[in-house]
């Protein structure tokens, strides 16, 4: 309770900091380095909300170094990355021409290891990147549509038991764009409140009513969908076209694992649909990789829209969405990634078939099972090793994502740097991405990561000049 208080006085300390040096700037007391608008422009409407250019001026400017650190190789076990210093207090950095090497990779979602430039994935892709080229320069319903493409979509639908799929180039817009063409005016979307930012914004888009129940709580979640059929649409009272149910897999800021059958039991009671996002699970959960429906022993037919990204387990680019042939009939028609969206790059679809194929053991090796065993086993180890050192870790026990709480904003800045110095890189994340009382550091665990690596990640964590402990 005590830290908590201290982190909000802290916070007011520097707000009231923050509007007397705006004021001392105003007056040209101090120099303003921030980007101003011209006088001209006095009376247009601002671009941003004035807190949250307040915050970044005044106190993300502070500790932004922690953040977009630039690296310059292969985001593996091991990364390199730029050296750069700030003169002017983080306003503007200046490149060494140094190169930090060999820095433990905790902040990338490598989580199978794929992410490397040798193997059968890099040099399937470089094969066809001489066949074929690195772009595809049209849309997949123009000139942009390959056998490779085809032949993606057909090994994505096997890998996850589905009758058909289809890639998509972007992760993001995977979401963005597909959940316009499912639901619009009339239709109910139900979200969970952690939702990642892509399906925010694509409930958004759709124009459909968007009600947000509690992280994971499966009361929250009843209680709108009796409201939604009892109730029906705002003054009309009419039945709603549609009720869409909205989850993740696996969620990337707390760690925690959807509590899927308890929501597929909900869907089949209130005859609602599920829109199940695998970004972070699919190819990291389950024996075989198949994600999420696969570690809870599901049927994949239960989930109306499995979604997921090749960005994370696949060291790739680009998302899919798998269900039954009518609804990727429907998306190939009325999705705005399939009709505006340029194509896949074929080198990016090689790079996925292989490590699909890897992984579902096609490959005649048990190299990809190996993997997912391995990342796991190192997935439960280093929670174990955090928890016995008596850090507060949040998340499932069976999550790759660890999250590391430490309350005040300044701890996760001296983390940052001090890990940074003991050549380990680690994502530290505070408000407004999370609650002010929650600033946490974040490990992405990865199958490429040796036990070495995760006791000299452990043992850095807990040294008294990282203020950790």
Not at 36 to 50: C, H, I, S, W
Not at 199 to 219: C, D, E, P, Y
Not at 291 to 317: C, I, R
Not at 347 to 367: A, F, Y
Request: proline share 3%.
């Amino acid at each position: 309770m005590l830290v908590a208080v201290l982190t909000y006085v802290g916070y007011g300390v520097l707000t009231l900091f923050g509007y007397l040096r705006d004021f001392m700037r105003q007056w040209k007391i101090e120099k303003c380095q921030n980007a101003t608008e011209r006088e001209e422009q006095k009376d247009f409407v601002p671009l941003y909300q004035d807190f949250e250019n307040f915050y970044n001026r005044n106190l993300y400017m502070r500790i932004r170094d922690s953040w977009n650190r630039p690296i310059c190789s292969v985001p593996g076990a091991k990364v390199d990355m730029m050296e750069r210093v700030s003169h002017d207090y983080n306003w503007t950095f200046t490149y060494t021409g140094r190169v930090i090497k060999d820095i433990i990779n905790m902040g990338s979602y490598n989580y199978l290891g794929f992410a490397q430039k040798t193997g059968a994935c890099q040099e399937a892709a470089a094969k066809v990147l001489s066949q074929y080229g690195a772009g595809v320069c049209s849309t997949r319903q123009e000139m942009g549509n390959l056998d490779k493409h085809e032949e993606l979509e057909k090994l994505v639908a096997r890998f996850l038991g589905v009758e058909s799929a289809m890639a998509y180039g972007m992760g993001f817009a995977t979401n963005s764009m597909n959940i316009p063409a499912l639901v619009g005016k009339g239709c109910l979307i139900l979200s969970d409140e952690l939702n990642h930012a892509s399906l925010v914004l694509g409930a958004r888009l759709s124009g459909a009513t968007i009600r947000i129940f509690k992280h994971n709580n499966m009361q929250s979640l009843e209680k709108l969908l009796k409201d939604a059929i009892v109730h029906g649409q705002p003054r009309t009272r009419r039945p709603w076209k549609k009720i869409l149910i909205l989850v993740e897999g696996i969620y990337s800021m707390e760690g925690s694992i959807v509590r899927l059958p308890e929501v597929i039991a909900l869907k089949k009671k209130y005859k609602s649909y599920l829109y199940l996002d695998e970004a972070h699970s699919i190819g990291a959960l389950g024996p075989s990789g198949r994600g999420v429906v696969e570690y809870f022993g599901l049927n994949p037919e239960d989930v109306d829209v499995m979604m997921g990204t090749f960005t994370k387990s696949f060291g790739a680019a680009g998302g899919y969405i798998g269900g039954k042939k009518e609804l990727i009939d429907y998306l190939r028609t009325y999705s705005h990634s399939a009709a505006y969206a340029t194509s896949m790059s074929p080198p990016v679809v090689e790079q996925i078939i292989t490590s699909v194929k890897c992984i579902m053991g096609e490959d005649g090796t048990t190299v990809g099972r190996a993997r997912v065993q391995q990342l796991a086993e190192n997935t439960r180890y280093f929670r174990r090793r955090l928890k016995e050192m008596g850090f507060i870790i949040y998340g499932n026990e069976d999550s790759l994502l660890l999250s590391l709480l430490m309350v005040p904003l300044k701890l996760i800045t001296a983390f940052g740097r001090e890990m940074l110095k003991r050549n380990i890189g680690v994502v530290v994340v505070g408000f407004p991405a999370t609650p002010i009382i929650e600033s946490r550091a974040r490990f992405c665990l990865s199958a490429a990561h040796t036990k070495e690596m995760l006791d000299t990640v452990s043992v850095s964590s807990c040294l008294p000049s990282a203020h950790a402990c």
